[in-house]
């Protein structure tokens, strides 16, 4: 398959190595030469320099050959011009944009053929709002994600002292968890991935990805930590796209502020939000703006500025100061390895969210969903059975035993919006099967198998 990825910027280089370790044939294109002159160094793929809404560059590239354009340059304006021209001018099938400004989404009939040619609309922004309320809905977890159409939720919580099920095998959680199914598909304990069976003991501090259904797991959550009060009051430093975004979002429902520096916008976003929030005009790093505004009183602080080294910063001064809880964006990889061990509680990757939206499209119709796991080092993956998959017919138990790698287990599956879990369970051609992928080099054996 021939994929073109416009920008090389942090998501399109990420996007881009994620492509081309699946063995895709990967072109990038971006104005900056440097650039591609270092990812191509790195990853096997080829560079085209130049702009990349312009229909020469684009005819450079290849697109006329392409299967799928992704265009995630940091410009909303290039991205759908982009579009336009692979559509108009090269006929390319699939065509994925990044487009981030609000005002545009809220017109969904502009994205159509016969007006803005886009097949898959990203909206990072919107994706990251998403993330952090669910993790605000569910204190203690680390991330909720959901799987296609329906109530199961991928929930990964770092496992506290004073959990139930500290110390305690794995065989003990459905004697916890009364009225529904949980499965535990991965454990890392520093770092380090664990298959969990049902004699592993859970220990302090290991994070641990499982399924249960929506309506558990508040419950699930309790029995790996110390119980969580809900949060009533919200410190965002910044108010850019996403902070206004997020308030938006979450001003009915709590106590929100928010710290922005710049003052012009400052007042933009006090006007947008109104009375339900209070915009503070200052720096999130100064100590003391922090104590004035009462840090010590908040659930949570989000420190979600354009700036990571601001972000890092604030959230870690936040925390000294008494916040409860904090989380910071964080776009580069080092740096999420940098603040392990930090008193920062929650990195929030806007890579991994829009890397996941974009591999699901990438990979067909077969898979239905995907989320990047432990930032980035493994996947779960929502595949369909095809009718001619050896899969069909066989338990869960005989397929991860025979067929499966050894670093990856099935969830669960999702048949006609029910849920199974008990490795005794059939499968059925389209049945939805939930798999974990310990090891990414596993994936294409993982998908070909259920595609047949």
């Given at each position: ?11 399109g280089s990420t996007v881009a190595s994620h ?305 409860s809880k904090v989380m910071a964006l964080i ?96 499968i059925r051609k389209y049945d939805h099967v ?19």
């Amino acid at each position: 398959m021939n994929i073109v990825v416009l920008g090389a910027g942090q998501v399109g280089s990420t996007v881009a190595s994620h492509l081309a370790k699946e063995n895709y044939n990967v072109t990038v294109v971006d104005r900056d030469a440097q650039l591609l002159q270092q990812i191509e160094a790195q990853y096997d793929i080829q560079p085209v320099a130049g702009h990349a809404s312009h229909p020469d560059v684009l005819a450079r590239a290849g697109v006329s050959a392409a299967d799928i354009l992704i265009a995630v340059t940091d410009s909303d304006e290039t991205n759908i011009v982009a579009c336009q021209v692979a559509y108009s001018l090269f006929h390319t099938p699939e065509r994925i944009a990044r487009v981030r400004a609000a005002a545009y989404h809220n017109y969904p009939d502009l994205f159509r053929d016969e007006a803005m040619p886009i097949n898959h609309l990203i909206s990072p922004e919107q994706l990251v709002t998403d993330h952090i309320r669910q993790l605000i809905i569910h204190p203690g977890a680390l991330q909720v994600l959901k799987l296609s159409a329906s109530n199961l939720r991928l929930v990964a919580v770092k496992a506290r002292y004073g959990g139930a099920l500290i110390g305690q095998p794995l065989s003990e959680l459905k004697q916890h968890v009364r009225g529904g199914d949980v499965r535990v598909a991965a454990i890392y304990r520093r770092g380090r991935p664990i298959i969990p069976e049902g004699k592993t003991v859970i220990d302090e501090g290991d994070e641990i990805f499982l399924l249960t259904e929506k309506k558990n797991l508040r419950q699930v959550l309790n029995e790996m930590r110390p119980q969580n009060i809900s949060a009533k009051r919200i410190m965002l430093a910044g108010g850019g796209r996403l902070g206004l975004r997020l308030a938006q979002s979450l001003k009915t429902s709590l106590q929100v502020k928010v710290v922005e520096s710049n003052l012009a916008r400052s007042r933009t976003i006090a006007e947008v939000l109104g009375p339900q929030a209070l915009i503070i005009y200052g720096d999130a790093t100064e100590r003391s703006v922090l104590v004035e505004e009462q840090i010590e009183k908040m659930d949570i602080f989000c420190a979600i500025t354009n700036d990571e080294e601001v972000n890092i910063l604030s959230a870690m001064l936040a925390k000294r100061l008494g916040a409860s809880k904090v989380m910071a964006l964080i776009n580069r990889p080092a740096y999420v390895e940098l603040i392990k061990g930090s008193p920062i509680d929650i990195a929030i990757s806007p890579q991994q969210a829009t890397i996941s939206d974009v591999l699901a499209r990438v990979r067909g119709r077969d898979v239905i969903t995907v989320h990047s796991l432990h930032f980035g080092v493994s996947e779960a993956i929502e595949v369909e059975v095809s009718p001619s998959s050896w899969v069909i017919g066989q338990s869960i138990k005989r397929i991860e035993e025979n067929r499966l790698p050894s670093s990856t287990i099935i969830g669960a599956v999702i048949r006609d919006h029910q849920t199974y879990m008990d490795k005794s369970t059939i499968i059925r051609k389209y049945d939805h099967v939930i798999v974990f992928i310990i090891n990414k080099k596993d994936l294409s054996t993982v998908v070909e198998l259920f595609k047949g």
